[in-house]
């Protein structure tokens, strides 16, 4: 007789532009993808809120080089604590000088292409690259379990400009979707910010009406709708996570959608735990 099937859990434990990094577990193996709180202590701390320590996590996951997804203080938890960190192999060069430069010791360090699945214990990590403005190569991940586990797919990429075309097929029949929705389009139109236009660009973030322009492609697609959706990478100044959900869930609605749970990550506190 078969046992207990083995859940798959995700954490967000912070998201925006001071912070980015998901705790995901599945078989006794626990990553974190990107690392970018700004000291050690708070890399800590945020793991401590969800139960967990370094000594638990089995290995970082770099989406891109920008300071808010990987910095020195990453560098030197995972070089403290063994932990190796797994990055594109284009980004290398650039994080070898932009962040092992600023810290006074350093792990082992991995590379992966996108395209190019490979397992880390029981999960299955496939790499994927997405547009946006980030020195090197940006990625996004989907995750599932390693060889012989069950069917679960969680699919995340929260930092892109654009939906280009193939991307949405990486998402297909996901049970859990994190998403960017950085900003509301009003709202980044008022903004005095200087840096507006290159936030609303290609190679820039995802508003909300795109993520949920883009979630509607997917569940199209899709031969099973997601449990959960996870909002990400809300920006301070222009959105909010009710602006967001409503937005998402109003274009969800309009093509028939609705009631798939719409969630926005934290920049400041772990969102909650999602088991599938």
């Not at 063994?82 to 590379?111: C, M, Q, W, Y």
């Not at 709202?187 to 200087?194: G, I």
């Not at 936030?199 to 199209?220: E, I, M, Y």
Request: hydrophobic share 40%.
């Amino acid at each position: 007789m078969a046992g207990p099937a083995v859940e798959f859990h995700v954490t967000p434990l912070r998201s925006g532009s001071s912070g980015n990094l998901t705790l995901l577990s599945h078989a006794g193996t626990t990553l974190l993808v990107d690392a970018g709180l700004p000291s050690q202590r708070g890399l800590a701390d945020a793991l401590a809120e969800a139960g967990s320590g370094w000594d638990d996590v089995d290995a970082v996951l770099v989406s891109h080089l920008h300071s808010d997804h990987v910095n020195g203080s990453a560098v030197a938890s995972c070089a403290r604590h063994e932990v190796p960190i797994h990055l594109h192999r284009r980004n290398l060069d650039g994080f070898a000088r932009k962040i092992l430069s600023r810290s006074p010791v350093s792990g082992p360090v991995r590379t992966f292409d996108d395209g190019e699945a490979f397992t880390i214990g029981g999960i299955a990590v496939h790499p994927f690259r997405v547009p946006h403005d980030a020195r090197g190569v940006t990625c996004g991940f989907s995750f599932t379990p390693a060889p012989g586990g069950r069917d679960v797919r969680v699919s995340m990429a929260t930092d892109l400009g654009r939906n280009e075309n193939g991307l949405f097929e990486r998402f297909l029949d996901s049970d859990l979707i994190l998403i960017e929705a950085n900003y509301d389009e009003g709202m980044l139109h008022r903004s005095p910010r200087h840096d507006r236009g290159r936030v609303g660009s290609d190679t820039g973030h995802f508003s909300n009406t795109q993520a949920g322009k883009f979630l509607v492609r997917v569940l199209q697609e899709s031969r099973r709708r997601p449990r959960a959706i996870v909002l990400c990478h809300l920006s301070r100044d222009h959105n909010t996570p009710e602006l967001a959900r409503a937005t998402v869930r109003e274009i969800l609605a309009a093509h028939r959608f609705d009631g798939i749970p719409v969630h926005a990550a934290r920049r400041d506190a772990p969102l909650r735990k999602f088991s599938l």
